[in-house]
Nanobody, 125 residues
Framework: QVQLVESGGGLVQPGGSLRLSCAASGRTFSSYSMGWFRQAPGLEREFVAAINWSGARTRYADSVKGRFTISRDNAKNTVFLQMNSLKLEDTAVYYC??????????????????WGQGTQVTVSS
């Protein structure tokens, strides 16, 4: 089992940047695929990005491709989401999630067994 804690959210102006972190407990972090999802008020949770266990494979939602970068540091049990050129529509609670299938880069919420509590990202002028 793994526990996930997100950090790095906050208020940023359009065009700005934020870096989210997700710290995982447990000795098997490096065997999990990791994903970032987000949920805006009144909307369903949506996929943002995913990375496989080694970091060799990644997947992005079309809405963030070219602006966001997912990465991981297995030595530090942490996954990151670098968000650049932020837009108003990026405002949401951002969640990290862990998938026991380390080779996957799934965009489906049902694939992920473990979830963090989320961190708020607000893009506003």
């Amino acid at each position: 089992q793994v526990q996930l804690v997100e950090s790095g959210g906050g208020l940023v102006q359009p065009g700005g940047s934020l870096r989210l972190s997700c710290a995982a407990s447990g000795r098997t972090f490096s065997s999990y695929s990791m994903g970032w999802f987000r949920q805006a008020p009144g909307l369903e949770r949506e996929f943002v990005a995913a990375i496989n266990w080694s970091g060799a494979r990644t997947r992005y939602a079309d809405s963030v491709k070219g602006r966001f970068t997912i990465s991981r540091d297995n030595a530090k049990n942490t996954v990151f989401l670098q968000m650049n050129s932020l837009k108003l529509e990026d405002t949401a609670v951002y969640y990290c999630a862990a998938d026991e299938n380390g080779g996957s880069v799934s965009s489906w919420t049902m694939t992920y067994e473990y979830w963090g509590q989320g961190t708020q990202v607000t893009v506003s002028s």
